[in-house]
């Protein structure tokens, strides 16, 4: 790497695009004037990427200030930066937790609410934008505006997923999650095939609050999407220590791994062992919430097995109206496309929420890890045609190839979205190298 | 401890306050704007709900704030005994080479104001026998360097101090600890590339605080740097002449 090599940003990916993120703890400041706040840059495409010829991107990870706390309502209003990593060591001596996380730890609010995340207790509590009573936004034009369902509703429910393109989210006020205790009670099965999984999601959604679980996508057959099902819940006082476990040291993937580190075979070899690691076909007991909810955030930087060609996640839902074998039907498409991969998480979906252009609706999601190839494009492609065909959509924080063509055909909320968008910034002015890519902005 | 921290709601202070804070002391915030005080009063309440948190306008630029402020702490925690500075302009030398005023502004806030700070600090705290003042210098202060040449002389002529003041006041009780930041990550270095050891603000708290407990004299943080510049301090002069950093 030459000294003087243009600066570059990239979104988990590590697709490297040009681009300076300016952070600081004045995020009124530095958002002044600029197309587009980042977080902790944890989706992996190009959502929190400069549209190209624009450098800069405001960066809100300094600006991590809890506002006000309630410990009598749960009611927290801290800056768009604070992270849900701050905010669960904070809180959950005090009782409290995230209400809605994903798999990793490691954002801020701002990109929590932009992405409208989900996490494995969305068949129960929906988004994290349910819990958001009112955000701030800095708007296109620099005025400062306060919305939520009842003030400026369109306006919220555009920014609730709407991926950063409404506004610069400065303040969150949001309700945490009350835990009986800090550690989790959970059950997790072997399931021999993806129809087996499927059904054994649904029936376990009504009496698990939470579940999840990682699914072996190279195996074919009758082993077709055999995986791992996970599920939790909080343990009550009686059940559990009453302090939470120390913190562990993490361990992190200190420099960018060969481009063949990754390959079918070792894709291979991780999934057979991942599955049958698992030998007794359940198990029980109490984990820590960091372990169940997020067990990659043990090791830092872990994106850099990849290697320097970067990576993708394909992660889509396929409605229940598709019926029972959509997911196997997904599965037989991507072992056949070849699109093999470390991390293959499935999850039921529960009904959409108030995010305008929010990601999940009742069904079940994907995700699919890819080491980035000259396929790639083709494969992504190819899943996107059966997504289309199926009635699903793609998560747009994961997405770095998805055309805008198809992007449009699975995305019939597209118009509105736009529309309310277009009236608190007719200049266009807001944007990212995503939506340039995917909703037709100019560079 | 009962501290006061200037330049506690950005950066390096604003780590450090919490750091205190969540330790069980409490919190004294100096600054500036009277909103960015009270947003990081909130922000170490809601953190540290068991511990005394409190704050008074102070400006680095107006010598005749340092009183009133240092008199509002002593007066809002009961008696402080930890003073800690972390405020500071900073400029890169081409700024600092082509803007007169600024230049004028950050020897003076650096070096002049800062010290006169820590004279009204010191005499409170030798005045109840004694305490902790913890400085914080830069690593830029340790060489005179092509690309730090101005702030660097600043900082130089404050660790000086920082030095003389252990020296002499250290046998009265007054404890006094220059920090010396290598690259930190922070607000004041946004738009800068990151060399290698750049260090995140939370490190430093961390070190600082253990400094604070000890008594250390010079901290050098994040701990990489102490041997960074034991080597820079030790080059001879015709390779810092010859050598970019």
């Not at chain 2, 950050?106 to 705290?125: P, Q």
Request: proline residues 7%; positive net charge.
């Amino acid at each position: 790497m030459s000294r003087n090599a243009p600066p570059t940003l990239s979104g988990w990916g590590l697709l490297d695009r040009p681009g300076v993120e300016h952070r600081s703890e004045d995020l009124a400041a530095v958002t002044r004037g600029a197309v587009l706040t980042r977080g902790l840059g944890r989706s992996y495409g190009d959502s929190s990427l400069p549209p190209p010829g624009t450098l800069d991107v405001a960066g809100s990870s300094r600006a991590d200030r809890v506002l006000a706390f309630d410990p009598a309502t749960g009611v927290l209003r801290a800056e768009a930066g604070f992270s849900l990593n701050a905010l669960n060591q904070l809180f959950l001596p005090r009782g409290f937790f995230s209400p809605v996380t994903p798999g990793t730890s490691f954002v801020t609010l701002g990109g929590a609410v932009a992405a409208d995340v989900h996490g494995k207790n969305h068949h129960r509590d929906g988004c994290f934008g349910e819990h958001v009573r009112s955000l701030t936004l800095r708007v296109a034009d620099g005025r400062r505006v306060e919305c939520s369902r009842t003030v400026e509703p369109e306006l919220f429910r555009a920014t609730l997923g709407g991926m950063g393109l409404t506004g610069h989210v400065l303040e969150v006020e949001f309700q945490l999650a009350r835990v009986p205790s800090p550690w989790i009670v959970f059950e997790s099965e072997r399931v021999p095939n993806v129809d087996a999984y499927v059904d054994a999601l649904k029936e376990a959604a009504p009496r698990w609050p939470m579940t999840v679980g990682w699914i072996d996508c190279v195996s074919r057959g009758k082993n077709l999407g055999r995986g791992i099902l996970i599920k939790g819940r909080w343990a009550e006082a009686t059940e559990a220590p009453p302090r939470p476990p120390p913190a562990k040291g993490k361990l992190a993937i200190p420099f960018l791994f060969p481009d063949w580190v990754i390959n079918p075979l070792s894709i291979r070899a991780f999934n057979f062992l991942y599955y049958w690691k698992h030998w007794q076909r359940q198990r029980a007991g109490i984990m820590t919430p960091d372990a169940f909810f997020y067990p990659l955030d043990a090791l830092l930087h872990w994106n850099r097995i990849y290697g320097r060609r970067g990576f993708t996640q394909y992660q889509c839902v396929l409605p229940d109206a598709a019926g029972r074998g959509a997911a196997r039907r997904f599965m037989e498409k991507l072992t056949a496309l070849g699109g093999a991969s470390f991390l293959c998480v499935i999850k039921d979906c529960g009904p959409e929420g108030t995010g305008m252009l929010s990601f999940p609706m009742p069904g079940i999601s994907i995700a699919v890890d890819m080491a980035v190839t000259d396929k790639t494009q083709s494969i992504v492609d190819a899943l996107n045609a059966f997504v289309i065909s199926e009635g699903g959509r793609i998560y747009l924080a994961k997405d770095a190839f998805t055309r805008p063509g198809d992007f449009r055909r699975m995305e019939p909320r597209l118009d509105a979205f736009l529309s309310v968008r277009r009236k608190w910034d007719p200049a266009g002015r807001i944007r990212s190298a995503q939506s340039v890519r995917l909703l037709g902005d100019s560079p | 401890m009962k501290t006061v921290v200037l330049g506690g709601t950005k950066g390096m202070g604003r780590a450090l306050a919490r750091a205190l804070a969540s330790d069980g002391h409490d919190v004294w915030l100096l600054g500036r704007s009277a909103e960015e005080l009270a947003r990081s009063v909130e922000d170490l309440k809601a953190r540290a709900p068991s511990v005394k948190v409190g704050s008074s306008p102070c400006d680095l630029e107006s010598p005749d704030s340092f009183g009133p402020a240092l008199d509002a702490a002593d007066a809002g925690l009961g008696g402080f005994d930890t003073v800690v500075v972390t405020a500071a302009l900073f400029g890169t030398q081409d700024q600092l080479e082509q803007d007169a005023a600024l230049l004028q502004r950050v020897l003076t806030v650096d070096f002049a104001h800062t010290v006169l700070f820590c004279e009204a600090a010191r005499t409170r705290l030798l005045s109840r026998g004694g305490g902790t003042l913890v400085v914080f210098s830069s690593v830029a202060g340790d060489r005179g360097r092509k690309p730090g040449v101005l702030y660097g002389a600043a900082k130089a002529g404050l660790s000086a101090y920082c030095e003389g003041l252990d020296h002499r006041y250290r046998a009265a009780g007054l404890v006094t600890v220059c920090v010396k930041p290598g690259f930190v990550k922070t607000g004041m270095t946004a738009g800068l590339k990151p060399p290698p050891f750049a260090g995140e603000p939370e490190q430093v708290a961390r070190d600082v605080l253990r400094a604070v407990k000890r008594g250390t004299p010079v901290v050098y943080t994040p701990a990489a740097w102490a041997w960074v510049m034991a080597i820079v301090r030790r080059l001879p002069r015709f390779v810092m002449r010859r050598v970019g950093f």
